[in-house]
């Protein structure tokens, strides 16, 4: 007999490269407490690097495993489950054929998490446990999970830089497979080939520790005597290198029976820790920290039984994209006068409008990263074609920013050049009707505010924006004339109008 659902419990149930794990959480007194783990081996990763697929054997056995776990959620009276999954499902060729095999079989919708937005979720955990635990400094956060590898930078404030590695744990010992252990100095290839990777990363400069999380991390950790649970925990620099030194040359095969692990694991296990290795010993400081309980499934779980949760979460997201964006733009001579007034004037446009625009704060994070880049001349100006802008942002690797994210920023900030009619663009033809309605309504206010910036000499200041009876109206303050800017706003006022059906209205008040 199935028990009521509660939305006091929850079930997160994760698909990874190596196996399928589910947790079962409720919340009682204000804390969450895990009711049940459970955790199935399945080798998905070495069917998608080999054919590019998820083999019908794997699938049915993923279905199978799925279908074991409704009984504990109908049992503990679960009422809210998600479903996620990260790189494995990404490069699967097959994943959108997989996924309706689940919805059809399971009656269960599969997420599959944007890699920023997965790296954002574990980074998050890790900084709240640096707060708690007041480890203060420049610090890098390393997460390395099974198909890529996240570094940021943190400054005890916010996160200042990101950067990631398209390879994992699981990825390098796939792809170095042909590699024979008993190879004289296997290791040292190893080492070398991971160092030619992060080498040419700049974030390892002048940080004070590192601090490591992933998928392998657990496991790692009981090697070295550090409790799983731990939310923050220092390792002992000895400690990790005598570790590395004892199995760097160990075969899976002796691996697996030295600490008693299946043999596949230990080969993932092996991969991991040379990358964490090649990450301290390029950052040449011996103060390291791991965080083995940072993990996605308990971000998720914390969102689901505090939904609050989730709107900390997105604000971390937003202000963490900006800063970095903000430090990236540096390199193509951002200017922040020139961004102020673009970006003072899009938030507030997209605040007067929200009741009709109906977008979230996630649309309104890409006007303001849009204004960040349209600040920089090297960047976005007339020498430059739309579509060279365009190509250029959607490849940008922005904090927690999803590719679809990474993609309508790119439409925004490309509109800043002439009227460019985005159906010329594949990638707009590939979205959605709601999808091109969010870009055509962020793209109108993003060019009524930038016709107050278009000098780059920050002629304007106070703006105040105010909506009534149809009208939007912006008033502002100037010192100098501002012919270029009344010009600019009546030319991008018709394509406002057209799209909100309100009538923008400007007004300057000399000084």
């Given at each position: ?45 070495h ?5 590019g697929?998820?083999?019908f ?15 504990p ?15 494995v ?7 959108a ?26 980074f998050n ?8 635990a ?7 956060l ?5 198909g ?6 943190y ?5 200042i830089?990101s ?35 992060l080498s ?9 520790q ?11 950790c ?11 925990a ?9 570790l590395?030194d ?9 691996l ?12 993932v296990?092996h ?20 965080s ?31 800063s ?21 004037a ?12 109906g ?6 994070a ?24 365009f ?6 690797d922005a ?14 900030a490309?509109?800043s ?10 990638e ?6 709601m999808e091109?309605l ?13 016709s ?34 009344k ?8 394509f406002?109008?057209a ?13």
């Amino acid at each position: 007999m199935n028990k009521k659902k509660s939305p006091n419990r929850s079930a997160v149930i994760d698909i990874s490269s190596n196996y399928v794990g589910m947790t079962i959480s409720q919340i009682q007194k204000n804390e969450i407490s895990v009711l049940e783990s459970l955790q199935y081996p399945i080798s998905l990763i070495h069917d998608v690097y080999d054919t590019g697929n998820i083999s019908f054997e794997n699938m049915r056995a993923l279905l199978d495993i799925l279908t074991k776990f409704s009984e504990p959620i109908d049992m503990y009276g679960v009422g809210k489950v998600r479903l996620i999954s990260y790189s494995v499902m990404r490069e699967a060729k097959n994943s959108a054929f997989v996924s309706d095999q689940i919805r059809v079989q399971n009656n269960l919708s599969l997420e599959v998490l944007d890699t920023n937005r997965e790296k954002a979720y574990v980074f998050n955990e890790v900084i709240e446990a640096l707060k708690k635990a007041a480890v203060k400094g420049k610090t890098l956060l390393a997460f390395v999970g099974n198909g890529s590898i996240g570094l940021v930078v943190y400054d005890g404030e916010q996160i200042i830089q990101s950067q990631e590695v398209h390879i994992g744990a699981s990825k390098l010992y796939d792809m170095l497979s042909g590699l024979k252990r008993d190879e004289e100095k296997y290791f040292m290839i190893v080492e070398e080939f991971v160092n030619s990777l992060l080498s040419a990363l700049s974030l390892c400069d002048d940080v004070e520790q590192v601090v490591l999380s992933g998928t392998r991390l657990p496991e790692i950790c009981e090697l070295l005597e550090i409790s799983k649970a731990s939310a923050i925990a220092e390792i002992d620099f000895a400690k990790i290198k005598e570790l590395y030194d004892s199995i760097k040359n160990k075969s899976p095969q002796n691996l697996s029976v030295k600490f008693d692990i299946h043999e596949e694991d230990a080969s993932v296990l092996h991969s991991a820790l040379f990358i964490y290795m090649c990450i301290i010993n390029l950052c040449k400081i011996k103060t390291v920290y791991a965080s083995p309980s940072s993990t996605i499934p308990d971000a998720i779980t914390k969102q689901l039984l505090f939904p609050k949760e989730k709107s900390n979460f997105m604000d971390f997201v937003r202000s963490s994209a900006i800063s970095c964006a903000k430090r990236m733009a540096e390199k193509f001579g951002y200017n922040p006068d020139n961004s102020g007034i673009v970006y003072d004037a899009a938030s507030k446009v997209f605040d007067s409008m929200r009741k009709i625009h109906g977008l979230d704060k996630s649309n309104k994070a890409i006007l303001e990263i849009a204004s960040i880049l349209y600040a920089c001349p090297a960047l976005c100006n007339l020498e430059k074609t739309p579509a060279a802008i365009f190509d250029f942002i959607k490849n940008i690797d922005a904090f927690g920013m999803t590719k679809a994210e990474m993609l309508k920023i790119a439409f925004v900030a490309s509109s800043s050049i002439g009227y460019y009619p985005f159906e010329q663009i594949p990638e707009y033809r590939g979205l959605s009707q709601m999808e091109q309605l969010t870009v055509t309504k962020l793209a109108a206010i993003f060019r009524l505010s930038i016709s107050l910036g278009l000098s780059r000499q920050r002629k304007l200041g106070n703006i105040k924006v105010s909506l009534k009876n149809n009208t939007l109206t912006l008033r502002a303050t100037a010192k100098s004339s501002t012919g270029l800017e009344k010009w600019a706003f009546a030319e991008h006022s018709d394509f406002f109008k057209a799209v909100f059906g309100v009538s923008p209205e400007l007004v300057i008040n000399n000084i």
